[in-house]
């Protein structure tokens, strides 16, 4: 069955380093990842979107990395905030489109924070 | 601009009481609706999605259903609730087309005891 892992420990940083987190997928050929923020007691905020023929997306302190071969896709935050705690989640999307709908099979989340 | 609404925000119930929860997109037209379930430390748990009026998906068998009877209004219930069905509800929309991102309302918080 698929199956895809995200650091179960939360990550501790200290503000100003680069975050990096890891998801890593089995059983699955993802056409496209995403990543999601998600605050507590709050729900996901859609953050980035990779293909599987991109190697590398940045949008402003944030860069994903999806290596197919590995089968992982790396989520950077540099120079890292406070404000950037948070539980980040992945998301594998095969790209099949069955009458409009894109099914999206999400990790459990990696919890950062981020301390001054 | 897109905008979603779920409610109540948060719900206390005992078992064998019914559900409704109701979500609202405004902003668009014809989107695609789902609704998940997150367990504490868990992913997001697919349980319906809908890509029309009265068109309803099934993912995972339950003691919950869905209805969309309108185009933007997507409805999750049950008849009668289990302990098992507390968790935090919430519902999402995508456009039918062209994106694939998946924006989520804020979610309910349901407690069955």
């Known amino acids: 069955s698929q199956k895809i892992e995200q650091n179960s420990e939360a990550l501790n940083i200290q503000e100003g380093k680069t975050a990096t987190l890891t998801c890593n997928y089995t059983?699955?050929?993802?056409?496209?990842l995403q990543w999601y923020r998600q605050d507590p007691g709050r729900g996901p905020v859609f953050l980035l979107l990779i293909r599987e023929n991109e190697k590398e997306k940045r949008k402003e302190r944030l860069k994903v990395t999806f290596d197919t071969t590995l089968k992982q896709s790396l989520f950077h935050i540099t120079a890292s905030q406070p404000a950037d705690s948070a539980t980040y989640l992945c998301?594998?999307?095969?790209?099949?489109?069955?009458?409009?709908?894109?099914?999206?099979?999400f990790g459990a989340g990696t919890r950062l924070a981020v301390h001054p | 601009s897109q905008t979603i609404h779920q409610w109540p925000a948060t719900l206390v119930q005992p078992v064998g009481s019914p559900l409704s929860l109701e979500c609202t997109v405004e902003?668009?037209?014809?989107?695609?609706l789902y609704w998940y379930r997150q367990a504490a430390g868990r992913g997001l748990q697919l349980l319906f999605y809908s890509v029309g009026i009265g068109q309803i998906s099934s993912e995972v068998p339950q003691n919950l259903s869905a209805s969309r009877p309108q185009d933007r209004q997507f409805i999750l219930s049950s008849k009668k609730l289990l302990l098992s069905d507390s968790g935090f509800y919430l519902c999402?929309?995508?456009?039918?087309?062209?994106?694939?991102?998946?924006?989520f309302g804020p979610g309910t918080r349901l407690t069955v005891t």
């Open positions: 059983n699955y050929s993802p056409a496209y």
């Open positions: 902003g668009t037209s014809n989107p695609n």
């Open positions: 999402a929309w995508s456009a039918g087309t062209g994106t694939r991102e998946q924006y």
């Open positions: 998301a594998l999307d095969r790209g099949l489109f069955s009458g409009g709908y894109n099914k999206l099979i």
